[in-house]
């Protein structure tokens, strides 16, 4: 079993840049992919970004391409989310998944799950 932890969320202005952290515990995640999914109010959890087991490959909702970037390090047992030009519309509730296998966009691929991060911009 793996436990999942978000830290990093936080107020920030619009055009700001925030880094979110998931770290994992239980298990290594080295050779799972991992997704970051958010929810904002009122609304369905979404796919925001997803990564390979090695970081080779990565994916990207269209709404954050060329803004976030998804990152992890094996060796820490952590994957990242640097989050920069940052708009209203990106508040939300940031999670962070695990899923064996190749990385997917839907959320009902992954297995386990954080308890999330709130970003208010």
């Known amino acids: 079993q793996v436990q999942l932890v978000e830290s990093g969320g936080g107020l920030v202005q619009a055009g700001g840049s925030l880094r979110l952290s998931c770290a994992a515990s239980?298990?290594?995640?080295?050779?799972?992919?991992m997704g970051w999914f958010r929810q904002a109010p009122g609304n369905e959890r979404e796919f925001v970004a997803a990564?390979?087991?090695?970081?080779?490959?990565?994916y990207y909702a269209d709404s954050v391409k060329g803004r976030f970037t998804i990152s992890r390090d094996n060796t820490k047992n952590t994957v990242y989310l640097q989050m920069n030009s940052l708009k209203p519309e990106d508040t939300a509730v940031y999670s962070c998944?695990?899923?064996?296998?190749?990385?997917?966009?839907?959320?009902?691929?992954?297995?386990?799950w954080g308890q999330g991060t709130q970003v208010k911009t």
């Open positions: 990564i390979s087991w090695n970081g080779g490959s990565t």
């Open positions: 239980g298990r290594t995640i080295s050779g799972d992919a």
């Open positions: 998944a695990q899923r064996p296998g190749a990385p997917q966009t839907r959320e009902y691929a992954y297995d386990y």
